[in-house]
């Protein structure tokens, strides 16, 4: 028979180790997070950097959407003014130089208006509006677009958004990929040489572009002495517009 002196220590270490897996098991579950930041390049696996460029350009198309809005009893007579308002504001942008093919309708709706006060009367009234998208390649006249169009009966003036044109986006879009490149291109470089990694030639380059969001504002108001919206004189500047590209490169390592 095994002595008992022995057996006292057998069972304290078994207790020890049981308190200590119960102690990492509460750690890992409830204590704090270590963060733990690795790179790893295998053999022969490729050497993957990314390098960003960005650039910034001038807009240099604005587009603006009016509307007209209305309501009345008759639905004919409702639809005849909504039209003379129309007509008088396409007029109007005319005059600035912007053509008929930048004034584009993209919504004409009409619908019946009740009286929910009194239940059961039908219908009160109707509701007709008419909305543009308004491109204007002058941004010179954009300030004067929101006045001549308030002037001539939009009461509705939604938000301007200022972008650039295909042919420089795709130029500057070139510009940003050749220092999204040379910025891989360094890093590369750098990162090789300190690993003491000997780089090949590039075997594969993707790109990630950042989604555009045009710039927006909405057409600025105030109210008369009455306590109606109205337009004032607005001082609308275009501001840059950033064009960021990503690239990443994959060498072969020696």
Do not use: C, H
């Amino acid at each position: 028979m095994e002595p008992e002196k022995n057996k006292v220590p057998q069972q304290s270490g078994i207790a020890t180790v049981i308190v200590f897996f119960i102690l990492l098991f509460v750690f890992s579950k409830w204590g704090p997070a270590i963060n733990f930041s690795t790179l790893s390049q295998a053999k022969g696996e490729p050497f993957i950097v990314s390098g960003e460029g960005k650039v910034f350009v001038t807009p240099d198309i604005a587009k603006i959407s009016f509307g007209v809005d209305e309501n009345g009893a008759s639905l004919k007579t409702v639809q005849d003014s909504v039209n003379r308002r129309s007509n008088t504001l396409t007029d109007a942008l005319g005059k600035l130089g912007i053509k008929d093919e930048d004034i584009k309708t993209t919504s004409y709706s009409v619908y019946p208006e009740y009286d929910y006060t009194n239940p059961g009367s039908g219908i009160a009234g109707f509701r007709v509006s008419i909305a543009y998208e308004v491109t204007i390649r002058d941004l010179d006249n954009v300030n004067e677009a929101i006045v001549a169009g308030t002037a001539s009966g939009a009461n509705m003036i939604g938000g301007i958004s200022f972008e650039v044109n295909e042919e420089t986006e795709k130029e500057k879009t070139n510009e940003a990929r050749k220092l999204a490149v040379s910025d891989a291109r360094e890093k590369a470089s750098g990162l090789a040489g300190a690993a003491g990694i000997t780089l090949g030639k590039v075997i594969n380059i993707s790109e990630s572009q950042a989604d555009g969001f045009p710039v927006r504002l909405m057409a600025p108001t105030a109210l008369d002495a009455g306590g109606v919206e109205k337009a004032i004189q607005p001082d609308v500047t275009p501001g840059q517009t950033e064009i960021n590209v990503t690239v990443s490169l994959s060498y072969e390592t020696r």
